[in-house]
């Protein structure tokens, strides 16, 4: 079955840099995109940016470009999220999400920001 | 940018009872070359990620119960429940994929009544 994997919680001070792993199983890597998506406690659902696995090709939202890098490693089906210069407001669950629709999400990983 | 915009932020609702919400996009999201609509609805309970019920504004993923259905067109959407079952309490969140940013409504909370 279709399965996204995503790396462990992270704590990060102010400026710092984290990234996210996002592992796909389940089906050919290189066929769907993935989203990006983040969640501050009890918020909705802001979208990120995506990628696709296949080019590499990727766009992200106007407020995150120039501080969010997508990237993603084929040989192990796993799509990567990079945000650098971290604030406090960026404290989040974030989620990967494969497709257009979103018909399959990673589990989350919560980004801890605070000095 | 496309803006989502949600109706009610919240609602209760009774066991057994129907629950509508609304959902309207700032610009029309009906791709007139398929006559399809980008829209799509989730459902996301407390601690789980989003799970995808609808799209193409009325296509039910497969799975999802036939007590969830969509409609609407252009601008305006609704995600109807029939007869709400305790484990429908939730956040329901309307989407955008017609283009980037793909983005979500503010999301509405059902509650039990």
């Known amino acids: 079955q279709v399965q996204l994997v995503q790396s462990g919680a992270e704590v990060k001070r102010p400026g710092a840099s984290v990234k996210v792993s996002c592992k796909a199983s389940?089906?050919?890597?290189?066929?769907?995109?993935i989203n990006w998506v983040r969640q501050a406690t009890g918020q909705g659902l802001e979208w990120m940016g995506w990628?696709?696995?296949?080019?590499?090709?990727?766009g992200s939202a106007q407020k995150f470009q120039g501080r969010v890098t997508m990237t993603r490693n084929t040989s192990i089906s796993t799509a990567y999220l990079e945000v650098s210069s971290l604030r406090s407001e960026d404290t989040a669950v974030y989620y990967c999400?494969?497709?257009?629709?979103?018909?399959?999400w990673g589990q989350g990983t919560l980004v801890t920001v605070s000095s | 940018d496309i803006v989502m915009t949600q109706s009610p932020d919240s609602l209760a609702v009774s066991l057994g009872e129907g629950a509508t919400i609304n959902c309207r996009s700032s610009?029309?999201?009906?791709?007139?070359?398929?006559?399809?609509?980008?829209l799509a609805w989730y459902q996301q309970k407390p601690g789980q990620p989003p799970k995808l019920l609808i799209y193409?504004?009325?296509t039910r993923e497969f799975g999802v119960p036939d007590r969830f259905s969509g409609s609407g067109s252009g601008t305006d959407f609704t995600l109807t429940i029939s007869s709400l079952q305790a484990e429908d309490m939730a956040v329901y969140y309307c989407q955008q994929y017609y283009t980037t940013p793909r983005a979500f409504g503010q999301g509405t909370k059902v509650e039990i009544k």
């Open positions: 193409w504004a009325s």
């Open positions: 389940g089906y050919t890597f290189t066929n769907y995109d």
């Open positions: 610009q029309s999201v009906l791709y007139s070359s398929n006559n399809k609509n980008y």
């Open positions: 990628m696709n696995p296949n080019t590499g090709g990727a």
């Open positions: 999400a494969r497709g257009v629709p979103f018909n399959s």
